[in-house]
């Protein structure tokens, strides 16, 4: 079955960066774009970005850019987003999730950042 | 950007009866709109894609009508399991935003 498996949590100092990853299965994964999600603890969805598997080709809200950079390993069907200089507001849940309607959903992956 | 609104922001509902939550954008988005329920502690779960095709494996009490800048999600004869947040989601222009969510409560 189609699945996207995400990497563990994470604790991380302002100013530091974190990478998220999502691994994906049961689907040829250069197929359909991946996209993430976020949900600050209490708050709705967020979402920050997509990554063309088969290209490469990212595109992400204007509010991350120059801080979030989304890539992918086909060899292991994996795609990752890294995050840089963490403020304490992007404490949050961070989700990757396929296709432009994101009909399947990782785990979630929670970061904290704090000092 | 494209905002979108819904409403109500919080209902509580007896089992067996309908739901109807609404979705306005700010903007024109055609059918580029899509409906997901979360449940705490849990992903969000696709229900409803492009206004009003179901997504395989939901009950069928979950329908979804709309297009252009109004948008429903119906839920006929709730059951308890359907407590949830509920979240609209366009994905006609950049950047892709949802909508604040619908908490449905169960009385």
């Known amino acids: 079955q189609v699945q996207l498996v995400q990497s563990g949590a994470e604790v991380k100092k302002p100013g530091a960066s974190v990478k998220v990853s999502c691994k994906a299965s049961g689907y040829t994964f250069t197929d359909h774009y991946m996209h993430w999600v976020r949900q600050a603890p209490g708050q709705g969805l967020e979402w920050m970005g997509w990554i063309n598997p088969n290209t490469g080709g990212t595109t992400s809200a204007q509010k991350f850019q120059g801080r979030v950079t989304m890539t992918r390993d086909t060899s292991i069907s994996t795609a990752y987003m890294d995050l840089s200089r963490l403020r304490s507001d992007d404490t949050a849940i961070y989700y990757c999730?396929?296709?432009?309607?994101?009909?399947?959903w990782g785990q979630g992956t929670t970061v904290i950042v704090s000092s | 950007e494209i905002v979108l609104t819904q409403s109500p922001d919080f209902q509580s509902v007896t089992p067996k009866e309908k739901v109807t939550i609404t979705c306005r954008a700010s903007?024109?988005?055609?059918?580029?709109l899509h409906w997901y329920q979360q449940k705490p502690d849990q992903s969000p779960k696709l229900l409803i894609k492009y206004a009003s095709q179901s997504f395989s494996g939901v009950p069928s009490r979950f329908s979804g009508s709309g297009s252009g800048t109004d948008f429903t999600l119906t839920i006929n004869s709730l059951e308890v399991e359907d407590a949830a947040t509920y979240y609209c989601?366009?994905?006609?222009?950049?950047?892709?935003?949802f909508g604040p969510g619908t908490k449905v409560d169960i009385k």
């Open positions: 999730a396929r296709k432009d309607h994101l009909d399947v």
């Open positions: 903007q024109a988005i055609g059918a580029s």
């Open positions: 989601h366009q994905t006609s222009g950049l950047p892709f935003t």
